[in-house]
């Protein structure tokens, strides 16, 4: 089954980078593009990688709102951007702060730093960035893999979206 997965993503990734790069901006916008770049600066991150992971998250809608409560553009909870605005200086966070693209993507892009450097290896981080710090630390104690197919699959997805930006955007 895994050997069938990475033959369909490797044939997908083919087909997709055969695409020319106007084609690719017509199907993956890249909104917000000044402020994605600025933190990906000011965060060292790759903006191909964060615009990856906020299509991926949120297909660039600042609106967005899942059912477990994480908001906006990269997806996050209150919880968890609260304690980002704590700890790059912020004092006074409100829930309805997730709804600001520019606040949005600034806490987002900490928190994914955060994880780069805390796991120094991007598919971690991603996974973490998916399904949690505890998860992932629960499977790296127990020498397994990331357990969530569904996990699996975003940062594949990602991973994947990430060269599309930069062949689409020159990220």
Same mark, same amino acid.
């Given at each position: 089954? /895994? $050997?069938?997965?990475?033959?369909?993503?490797?044939?997908?990734?083919?087909?997709? !980078? %055969? #695409?020319?790069?106007?084609?690719?901006?017509? =199907?993956? *916008?890249?909104?917000?593009?000044?402020? $994605?770049?600025?933190?990906? =600066?000011?965060? =060292?991150?790759?903006?191909?990688?964060?615009?990856?992971?906020?299509?991926?998250? +949120?297909?660039?809608?600042?609106?967005?709102?899942?059912?477990?409560?994480?908001?906006?553009?990269?997806?996050?909870? *209150?919880?968890?951007?609260? %304690?980002?605005?704590?700890?790059?200086?912020? +004092?006074?966070?409100? /829930? +309805?702060?997730?709804?600001?693209?520019?606040?949005?993507?600034?806490?987002? +892009?900490?928190?994914?730093?955060?994880?780069?450097?805390?796991?120094?290896? #991007?598919?971690?981080?991603?996974?973490?960035?998916?399904?949690?710090?505890?998860? &992932?630390?629960?499977?790296?104690? #127990?020498?397994?893999? &990331?357990?969530? !197919?569904?996990? =699996?699959?975003? $940062?594949?997805?990602? #991973?994947?979206?990430?060269?599309?930006?930069?062949?689409?955007?020159?990220?």
């Amino acid at each position: 089954m /895994t $050997v069938l997965v990475a033959a369909v993503a490797a044939s997908f990734a083919y087909l997709r !980078s %055969g #695409e020319p790069a106007w084609f690719q901006r017509l =199907r993956y *916008p890249l909104r917000y593009e000044q402020i $994605v770049r600025g933190h990906a =600066r000011n965060y =060292r991150l790759d903006p191909a990688l964060l615009a990856a992971v906020i299509y991926q998250e +949120s297909k660039f809608r600042a609106d967005a709102k899942s059912g477990s409560g994480a908001i906006g553009l990269m997806q996050l909870r *209150p919880d968890t951007a609260k %304690g980002i605005a704590i700890r790059t200086g912020g +004092s006074r966070f409100r /829930t +309805s702060d997730l709804y600001n693209p520019e606040l949005n993507v600034r806490y987002g +892009s900490w928190y994914l730093r955060h994880l780069l450097d805390k796991y120094d290896d #991007e598919k971690t981080a991603l996974a973490a960035y998916n399904a949690g710090q505890r998860n &992932v630390d629960t499977w790296r104690a #127990e020498g397994k893999g &990331v357990q969530f !197919s569904e996990t =699996r699959a975003y $940062v594949d997805r990602v #991973e994947d979206l990430k060269d599309v930006y930069r062949h689409a955007y020159g990220l």
